[in-house]
Every structure is written in structure tokens, then in C-alpha cells.
């Protein structure tokens, strides 16, 4: 789940770990690459999620020294 470091609540002007709270879900996301489901609770930005395959596998350099696999 992604929420606010701030609180348990996902109200980042309510400090600590307050009771009685509800906890607003504004979206869930698929990130198929890393085979997560994330919850995402209150107003959060989330980071990019990686492929199954990282581009670094693709990167090759021939014997002439030229790169290829980068973009």
C-alpha cells in the first residue's frame, strides 16, 4: 500500500496514529513488470515501475566498439 510516511491515516495533517480514522483508497495500479498490485491510499505519488526484463540485458558492444540495445 502506498500512503503518507506522516500517519497511519492516509491525512497527512493528522500525525501519528490517530483512531477512529478511515482509510480513503484513490486508486489501485497494476505493475505487471515487478507482478505487483498497488493500493494507493489518499493523495501519493508513486514511482515508475520496472520491466520483468531490465534494458541493461539488451545493451551489446561488437568488436568494432560500437553500442547498440541502448534506445
Given at each position: 500500500?502506498?500512503?503518507?510516511?506522516?500517519?497511519?491515516?492516509?491525512?497527512?495533517?493528522?500525525?501519528?496514529?490517530?483512531?477512529?480514522?478511515?482509510?480513503?483508497?484513490?486508486?489501485i495500479?497494476l505493475?505487471?513488470?515487478?507482478?505487483?498490485?498497488?493500493?494507493?491510499?489518499?493523495?501519493?505519488?508513486?514511482?515508475?515501475?520496472?520491466?520483468?526484463?531490465?534494458?541493461?540485458?539488451?545493451?551489446?558492444?561488437?568488436?568494432?566498439?560500437?553500442?547498440?540495445?541502448?534506445?
Open positions: 500500500m502506498a500512503k503518507t510516511q506522516m500517519s497511519f491515516s492516509t491525512d497527512p495533517n493528522v500525525r501519528g496514529a490517530p483512531t477512529s480514522h478511515t482509510t480513503e483508497i484513490s486508486g495500479k505493475e505487471n513488470g515487478a507482478g505487483f498490485i498497488v493500493v494507493i491510499a489518499g493523495n501519493m505519488m508513486t514511482m515508475p515501475g520496472l520491466p520483468k526484463v531490465p534494458t541493461a540485458e539488451r545493451i551489446d558492444i561488437d568488436d568494432t566498439g560500437v553500442i547498440s540495445g541502448l534506445f
